[in-house]
């Protein structure tokens, strides 16, 4: 396996519990590097850009109406088989069909307040860390 890189978002139900540093913990164990981080506050339309893919869904104005609803923490994920690794360690969208011992699992609240996002692909993965990162503010 390559070392690859991958996109998360810690969402705002989690930053308002103050689970950012149990969330990073569980990426990290999991062999996951934060290689860049920030903490910021969605605007609306940032937050449609960011899941333009799903704006002929019917839940696209609650999506970005709960993403815009607190702050987020973006981060630049580092491993090996860095997409599948973070995809493990946020487990099932749905928290009562997550695996024990998975973010989600542990921390979501429902399908949409389910903590955290991660890309599904390397391809989205580049271009989600595009969105919200210079490749300066990204650390090898």
Same mark, same amino acid.
């Given at each position: 396996?390559t070392?690859?890189?991958?996109?998360?978002?810690?969402?705002?139900?989690?930053?308002r519990r103050?689970?950012?540093?149990?969330?990073?913990?569980?990426?990290?164990?999991?062999?996951?590097?934060? #290689?860049?981080?920030?903490? @910021?506050?969605?605007?609306? &339309?940032? +937050?449609?850009e960011?899941?333009?893919?799903?704006?002929?869904? *019917?839940?696209?104005?609650?999506?970005?109406?709960?993403?815009?609803?607190?702050? #987020?923490?973006?981060?630049? @994920?580092?491993?090996?088989? &860095?997409? +599948?690794?973070?995809?493990?360690?946020?487990?099932?969208?749905? *928290?009562?069909?997550?695996e024990p011992?998975?973010?989600?699992?542990?921390?979501g609240?429902?399908?949409?307040?389910?903590?955290?996002?991660?890309?599904?692909?390397?391809?989205?993965a580049?271009?989600?860390?595009?969105?919200f990162?210079?490749?300066?503010?990204?650390?090898?």
């Amino acid at each position: 396996m390559t070392v690859s890189r991958t996109f998360s978002i810690i969402k705002p139900d989690a930053t308002r519990r103050n689970l950012t540093g149990a969330i990073d913990a569980m990426l990290e164990e999991a062999g996951l590097r934060i #290689v860049a981080q920030k903490r @910021l506050r969605l605007t609306r &339309a940032q +937050a449609e850009e960011f899941y333009a893919v799903h704006k002929a869904r *019917p839940f696209f104005a609650d999506l970005v109406a709960f993403m815009t609803s607190g702050p #987020v923490v973006v981060q630049v @994920l580092e491993g090996e088989d &860095a997409v +599948a690794r973070n995809r493990a360690v946020m487990g099932a969208t749905d *928290p009562a069909k997550a695996e024990p011992g998975t973010i989600r699992k542990r921390f979501g609240e429902s399908i949409e307040a389910n903590s955290v996002h991660g890309s599904d692909s390397p391809e989205t993965a580049a271009a989600e860390i595009a969105f919200f990162f210079t490749p300066a503010e990204i650390t090898g």
